[in-house]
């Protein structure tokens, strides 16, 4: 039996387990700076606890930091690890420099039920939630690997962040509190659930919500998110409800596939949605060997711009990043999957959303 971890847990909690085993409520505090900001691997180096209480706590509790199995570099910086859990579970985590800060993307699942087509954690099916701890652990463990200090964190890897809701808001809250790792600087991107949308406003932490729409035309975007069963109405609703509530700025995500959603009319269509101001994020589709969707040509993301531009929206443009090393989420997992299952390895992998 794996034993349960200590990381992910919050002083209170941590507090419980010394009274537990008879210490003082002060080691909670030992315990979190080891967990948290001394990079603690297992309970026997944690040299300023007391052996006989190191040896209690070892007994019933683990750590919980992962093991890195793979990692890979491309030639723009991006780097994509893949960590194995303690029950061998295996989840990407990617860090992406720009030229004044790094970006970590993070896992929530590892895997995903919402079955985006374009993507490659979809490919992999339903998953397991991530805990608060297997969170926090990439947050912990890219800037070790890569020595580079994160300067935000975006929930685009595998997995739907807010199908897994309760463990992202309690690391968000571990991270301010422990980590000093400031919810401002935590982007959340989902394909749009209404009531989730309305929890994590209620928790009242000034996360940036991005909302993965991807076309203005409900039929459409039926046919790209097939599991999605809100219309593009009550997603955008609940992306602006959740704007008023929190004051923070709602991204609307397009993932931009040659010949599918890149059309001036299907541009039109989301302009149709939206409202003069709102902001919309194109990512150009990364593409990857088999996959059934292209990349437009810049000229096709141009005019796809211009048409919401005219309509008074705030568009931006996502780089492709780490084109080769697979870069969209879930294509390394996919991709190691693939070539533990056939002869001729081809990751079917897709772009995050
Ligand atoms: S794009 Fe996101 S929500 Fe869609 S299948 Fe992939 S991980 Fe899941």
Known sequence: ??????????????????????????????????????????????????????????AAWQVGRSRVAADQRAADGTRKLLLELADRARVETV????????????????????????????SLGAGRNLSAGELTDQLLTAPEVAGERVSNVVFMGMGEPLLNLEAVIAAIRLWRDEVAFSPRHVTISTV????????????????TLAVSLHAGDDELRASLVPTTRWSVAQVVAAARGYQQRTGRRVTYEVVLLRGVNDEPSHAFALAHRLKR???????????VPRAPYERPEPARVAAFRRVLEARGLTVTQRQTRGDDIAGACGQLRAGLAEAASRPAPSPAGREPG
Do not use: K
Not at 19 to 26: F, S
């Open 192 to 207: 749009g659930i209404p009531a989730r949308i309305g929890e994590l406003a209620a928790a009242e932490l000034p996360v």
């Open 1 to 58: 039996m794996i034993a349960p971890s200590l990381l992910g847990l919050d002083r209170s909690e941590l507090a419980r387990i010394c009274g537990e085993l008879g210490e003082p409520p002060y080691r909670a505090g030992q315990l979190a700076a080891w967990l948290y900001r001394r990079g603690a691997r297992d309970v026997a180096g944690m040299t300023d606890l007391p052996a006989a209480f190191r040896e209690r706590l070892a």
């Open 277 to 287: 101001g709102e902001h919309v994020n194109l990512i150009p589709y990364n593409p």
């Open 95 to 122: 860090l992406l420099p720009y030229d004044e800060r790094v970006s970590l993307c993070i896992s929530s699942q590892t895997g995903c039920a919402v079955g985006c087509t374009f993507c490659a954690t979809g």
